[in-house]
């Protein structure tokens, strides 16, 4: 899992430095794998706008660009990028920055003066993307530091997570425990009720059992699909592994990864019907998003209209159904599916996606709403459109329901061998996100919904000894006396009867029970 410090400091204010949130988060067992900085180094490096692009007389892959740097006069640089056209607002590096080991100074490019450079991502250090400037929006103010304008300096940082915590694929989820850790608190999250302003919505059904027991849909009809993905959204999904792809895609990834819920968005206008989810039928075939045909059995999950699947359930979607620029209707999922109906899946079809690794170790089931609600204010905030009613089509008999767990002091004691106060047991508890009610030989706790792992009282203990800290428990060398027994002389067990006796070359015969005594002799 990847992830913007910024982007998790927003989430739960903690003053630990970047380097304390590091060892924070190895000590919870949340191991950092990587931590790479951004922005370093870039107090020169400015918006600017290129007024003027002509061709360098002397070489075909340069032009000579007028560029705005919010200056008195314009700059003249010469750039070999692609894609650098007047009107393009792209980084400066101004002459004196320090990029890397680069410093840019005045220079001579086959013979036509350059004072600065206009710079890619990689460059800069915020993206491996070399293939040419980068772009940024049209209105972003030119002269302004690109440290300001971006919220640098920044930090990707990489954490490696056991199968058990699939509650960490989030940004939310992973501020929960940094929270319990360094004593601060997670910032609430409401994602209010979008009302509904129009009446289109397609029937759901689900015919998978346990397998798929909720799914959300909801149409919003007049969106603006080509419009820009915003530069705070696309820094976020750069900074966290995630490439921009389109405003549709990137609002439901944007969601994924701050709340943990994978989410598709499907062309209104392609499905047929209403929606379904069952299991396929041997010999169907469905085309994905990235092109390549899938040859189904009957173990997977479908996502289906009145004709067709549209959709592997929890794995990825179909080619036909994708959201375009040209789309202006769009059908927004967010489901439940049970890791035992993902699980292993994709690796039949050499597929791996985001949203089947979180869907096989286990989603919140209570997160679909929050989810849906919180998607339609983004795709109304930056594309527009009308939002239908949300429609749940849910089984709550098959929904996983949280364990009530007696966790006794006692057994603390026993397992951590130390004792732990009352008071900082419910603290570490309710700071994660659990009930805790006391009673006389300990609490009653019941786990959040998206803590899979939590199902029996050692769970618990485990959650205690990891936000206490492990370098709080002390080593002590086993104690009591030892006792060497002395196998008697005069008594000899059977084992050791039959070991020597057959060592004797004898052999051993073994009766039939409730055998006549006549018979045996």
């Known amino acids: 899992m990847k992830f913007s410090e910024s982007w998790l400091r927003s989430h739960v204010p903690t003053t630990a430095s970047r380097d304390e949130l590091s060892a924070v988060l190895t000590a919870i067992g949340l191991e950092v794998e990587e931590v790479t900085a951004l922005g370093a180094g870039l107090d ?6 290129i007024v003027e692009a002509t061709r360098h007389p002397e070489a075909d892959r340069l032009q000579i660009c007028k560029v705005d740097a919010g200056q008195a006069e314009l700059l003249q640089i010469v750039c070999g990028a692609p894609n650098a056209r007047p009107g393009l607002v792209a980084p400066l590096a101004m002459v004196g920055a320090q990029i890397g080991e680069l410093k840019i100074k005045p220079a001579k490019l086959r013979g036509v003066e350059s004072n600065g450079m206009l710079c890619s991502a990689k460059e800069l250090g915020l993206d491996n993307d070399a293939s040419g400037l980068l772009e940024l929006p049209d209105d972003a103010p030119v002269g302004t530091t690109l440290v300001d304008y971006l919220g640098l300096p920044d930090a990707s940082i990489e954490i490696k997570l056991t199968p058990n915590r699939a509650d960490c694929f989030s940004v939310r989820g992973i501020a929960f425990d940094v929270a319990a850790a360094t004593r601060s608190e997670v910032k609430p999250f409401a994602a209010d009720a979008v009302p509904a302003q129009g009446a289109r919505e397609l029937s759901i059904q689900l015919d998978a059992g346990a397998e798929a027991p909720r799914y959300l849909g909801r149409v919003i009809e007049g969106v603006n699909a080509a419009a820009t993905t915003p530069l705070w959204m696309a820094e976020r999904l750069r900074r966290s592994g995630v490439r921009p792809v389109s405003l549709l895609v990137d609002i439901t990834q944007y969601v994924m990864l701050e709340i943990g819920q994978p989410m598709h968005a499907y062309d209104l206008d392609t499905l047929k019907g209403s929606i379904a989810v069952r299991r396929s039928r041997a010999g169907e075939s469905l085309k994905l998003l990235d092109g390549r045909d899938a040859a189904l059995d009957d173990s997977f999950l479908v996502v289906t209209d009145a004709d067709r699947p549209v959709g592997l359930a929890g794995l990825m979607g ?55 609600e919180y998607a339609t204010k983004l795709v109304m905030d930056l594309a527009g459109g009308t939002p239908a009613p949300v429609t749940e089509a849910v089984r709550e008999a098959d929904l996983p329901v949280a364990a009530r767990i007696l966790l006794r002091r006692a057994r603390i004691v026993r397992v951590l061998g130390i004792q732990i106060e009352d008071a900082e047991v419910e603290r570490i508890l309710r700071a994660l996100g659990m009930q805790v009610e006391a009673v006389a030989d300990g609490w009653n706790v019941t786990g959040p919904s998206r803590r899979f792992d939590i199902a029996i009282e050692e769970d618990l203990i485990e959650e205690l000894a990891r936000i206490h800290g492990y370098e709080s428990i002390p080593t002590t060398l086993p104690g009591g006396a030892a006792r060497i027994a002395m196998p008697s002389e005069t008594r000899l067990d059977d084992l050791s009867v039959r070991r020597q006796l057959v060592a004797r070359e004898m052999l051993e015969t073994i009766n039939f029970a409730f055998v006549d005594a006549e018979l045996l002799t």
């Open 318 to 372: 179909g080619f036909d159904t994708r959201v375009t620029d040209a789309t202006s209707k769009v059908f927004l999922e967010a489901a439940h599916f049970a890791p035992a109906a993902i699980m292993g899946r994709g690796r039949k079809l050499g597929l791996h996606t985001d949203a089947g690794h979180r869907f096989e170790r286990g989603v919140d089931p209570q997160l679909p709403r929050t989810a849906i």
């Open 44 to 49: 020169n490096v400015v918006v600017a706008r």
